[in-house]
T-cell receptor, first 115, second 112 residues
Framework: ETGVTQSPTHLIKTRGQQVTLRCSSQ?????VSWYQQALGQGPQFIFQ???????GRGNFPPRFSGLQFPNYSSELNVNALELDDSALYLC??????????????FGPGTRLTVL | AQSVTQPDIHITVSEGASLELRCNYS??????LFWYVQSPGQGLQLLLK??????LVQGIKGFEAEFKRSQSSFNLRKPSVHWSDAAEYFC??????????FGAGTTVTVRA
């Protein structure tokens, strides 16, 4: 069973650029959540995708957007990068089903540095 | 709005000694409660979770946590720490098991 994978591992961008981060869900999972973890902080919920639709969003501006594909993999897109976007971006997948409490499994993250 | 407080930024403990990490939360109802561990360069690993029922929860790696509704706390404990327990620990809460709110984390250092 393959766990949650993310690519790339590290990325350096400059202010104003756009970036796309990718996540492959654990096999059998249908839900993907994205979190931003700034240095020295806990992760902050960005949004979740379920059945290719956004299903809940945290306090992040619209320049943070996402996609979920039919194979349940996902992308996080960030436009007009700002210095404060520098962080570790974590993807987590889970299986959402009726009447079940489902653990989220996290990937190792993508470290984004904005210069 | 929900919030999670981990009062201890950094804890140093001797190998073999006991460990307790504190977590307090503010929430409109009893939320789902979690403890995660993060080693350098790794993602988050779930240690244990509480949804309902027995307020003492057993997790992996010998960890346990106790939910105290009256104190809005969910403290993590381990009776005897191993050097491999050195990591960062995060408490998290959520109305469901997604859209979690995390604390700022506690870094645990284990000395020989």
């Amino acid at each position: 069973e393959t766990g949650v994978t993310q690519s790339p591992t590290h990325l350096i961008k400059t202010r104003g650029q756009q970036v796309t981060l990718r996540c492959s869900s654990q096999s059998g999972h249908n839900t993907v959540s994205w979190y931003q973890q700034a240095l020295g902080q806990g992760p902050q919920f960005i949004f979740q995708y379920y059945r290719e639709e956004e299903n809940g969003r945290g306090n992040f501006p619209p320049r943070f957007s996402g996609l979920q594909f039919p194979n349940y993999s996902s992308e996080l897109n960030v436009n007009a990068l700002e210095l404060d976007d520098s962080a570790l971006y974590l993807c987590a997948s889970s299986l959402v089903a009726l009447d079940s409490h489902n653990e989220q499994f996290f990937g190792p993250g993508t470290r984004l540095t904005v210069l | 709005a929900q919030s999670v407080t981990q009062p201890d930024i950094h804890i140093t403990v001797s190998e073999g000694a006991s460990l307790e990490l504190r977590c307090n939360y503010s929430y409109g109802a009893t939320p789902y409660l979690f403890w995660y561990v993060q080693s350098p360069g790794q993602g988050l690993q779930l240690l244990l979770k509480y949804f309902s029922g027995d307020t003492l929860v057993q997790g992996i790696k010998g960890f346990e946590a106790e939910f105290k509704r009256s104190q809005s706390s969910f403290n993590l404990r381990k009776p005897s720490v191993h050097w491999s327990d050195a990591a960062e620990y995060f408490c998290a809460v959520g109305l469901y098991d997604y859209k979690l709110s995390f604390g700022a984390g506690t870094t645990v250092t284990v000395r020989a």
